[in-house]
Every structure is written in structure tokens, then in C-alpha cells.
């Protein structure tokens, strides 16, 4: 994984307006605010926009848990973004993906896969390489997904995608309780 420059601090919440803090602490999970939100802080009116759209594809999306974190571990991977992968590969442990799953998503389409599971990766690979997911791998998920389904799949990887530009490009540091964080 490659190692990111800081380049944006992390914000200070308590030099926030009010309403921009609360904006900003809408997004503590389990009373802690993660690194991401408090470099995000610099911009509360985006923080406010992007967040619902970010919570629809995080938790109320269509497809299951283990294909959606799947597919944020993969194009995390492609991106080389170690703060969106640590991130997920902690949340997608806690939801049953294996280190060998982990394993198998760094070798992306060509790891140990079913049919199905292959073409999740093989679909984070097309867009990330060609902005359009193949016919073949469309045509895989087709047998499994509905057409909301194969809409979460492209939108799941976009929307990591972008995060992992934004982490990248700002040098979100490890949040403490990340594997390999500077303490």
C-alpha cells in the first residue's frame, strides 16, 4: 500500500460554527469521529451533501453486506488507498469476510472466486480501467442481481472510488484504531 503525504489537517471542531460541527459530528460512530470527517470539516456545505448520498450506498443499499464490502475492498485495493482499505477491511472482518477473502481481493478476478464473486471483482477492474463494466461481467451479475442491484454495483465502486481520490489527495492519516497507525 503506499504511504500518503498529509496534506490537509485535521480540523479543530471546536473552531467550527455550531451548525457546522453538528453537521460534522452527525457522522461519530460509537461517539468517535473518524479522520476523514475531521479533514472534512475544512468543508461543512459538502460534509452535509455528500453524506446522505455516501449513508445510502453504505447501509441502504440493495446488495448484501458481503458483496458490498467486496467491492469497496476492491477498488480501495486498485486505488492503493490504505485508509479506505484498513477502514473496510475492519468492517467487513466483523461481517464475516476471512483474511483469505482479504487475500483474494488483492488478487482481484483471478483469486480463488465463485462465478459471481469473480465477476464483483472483474467489475470494480472495468470501471476502474474503462469506465464501463464489460458485457461478460454484466451479464455474470445479471443471473444473481436485479437491475437496482447491478445500479448499487456501479454506484458502490464509484462512490469509493471518489473516497479513495479524496484520501489519497489529502493524506487522511490511519484513524488509532486502524492496523498500522502511528501512535
Same mark, same amino acid.
Given at each position: 500500500?503506499?504511504?500518503?503525504?498529509?496534506?490537509?489537517?485535521?480540523?479543530?471542531?471546536?473552531?467550527?460554527?455550531?451548525?457546522?460541527?453538528?453537521?460534522?459530528?452527525?457522522?461519530?460512530?460509537?461517539?468517535?469521529?473518524?479522520?476523514?470527517?475531521?479533514?472534512?470539516?475544512?468543508?461543512?456545505?459538502?460534509?452535509?451533501?455528500?453524506? /446522505?448520498?455516501?449513508?445510502?450506498?453504505?447501509?441502504?443499499?440493495?446488495? /448484501?453486506?458481503?458483496?458490498?464490502?467486496?467491492?469497496?475492498?476492491?477498488?480501495?485495493?486498485?486505488?492503493?488507498?490504505?485508509?479506505?482499505?484498513?477502514?473496510?477491511?475492519?468492517?467487513?472482518?466483523?461481517?464475516?469476510?476471512?483474511?483469505?477473502?482479504?487475500?483474494?481481493?488483492?488478487?482481484?478476478?483471478?483469486?480463488?472466486?465463485?462465478?459471481?464473486?469473480?465477476?464483483?471483482?472483474?467489475?470494480?477492474?472495468?470501471?476502474?480501467?474503462?469506465?464501463?463494466?464489460?458485457?461478460?461481467?454484466?451479464?455474470?451479475?445479471?443471473?444473481?442481481?436485479?437491475?437496482?442491484?447491478?445500479?448499487?454495483?456501479?454506484?458502490?465502486?464509484?462512490?469509493?472510488?471518489?473516497?479513495?481520490?479524496?484520501?489519497?489527495?489529502?493524506?487522511? /492519516?490511519?484513524?488509532?484504531?486502524?492496523?498500522?497507525?502511528?501512535?
Amino acid at each position: 500500500m503506499i504511504k500518503r503525504k498529509q496534506r490537509i489537517p485535521m480540523r479543530d471542531l471546536a473552531t467550527m460554527a455550531a451548525e457546522d460541527r453538528e453537521t460534522v459530528e452527525k457522522n461519530a460512530m460509537g461517539g468517535q469521529i473518524f479522520n476523514i470527517f475531521k479533514v472534512l470539516a475544512h468543508h461543512p456545505k459538502l460534509v452535509k451533501r455528500w453524506t /446522505p448520498f455516501a449513508g445510502h450506498v453504505l447501509g441502504k443499499q440493495t446488495l /448484501p453486506f458481503r458483496d458490498r464490502e467486496l467491492l469497496i475492498l476492491r477498488i480501495g485495493w486498485l486505488n492503493q488507498a490504505e485508509y479506505e482499505f484498513a477502514q473496510h477491511e475492519l468492517i467487513a472482518k466483523k461481517g464475516g469476510v476471512t483474511d483469505a477473502d482479504v487475500e483474494n481481493i488483492k488478487k482481484g478476478p483471478k483469486g480463488t472466486w465463485s462465478e459471481h464473486e469473480a465477476a464483483l471483482m472483474q467489475a470494480a477492474d472495468d470501471l476502474y480501467e474503462n469506465s464501463v463494466v464489460s458485457d461478460g461481467t454484466w451479464a455474470v451479475l445479471s443471473k444473481k442481481y436485479s437491475t437496482e442491484q447491478l445500479m448499487d454495483v456501479v454506484f458502490t465502486i464509484g462512490q469509493y472510488n471518489l473516497v479513495s481520490w479524496a484520501l489519497n489527495s489529502f493524506g487522511v /492519516p490511519l484513524d488509532d484504531f486502524l492496523p498500522g497507525a502511528k501512535k
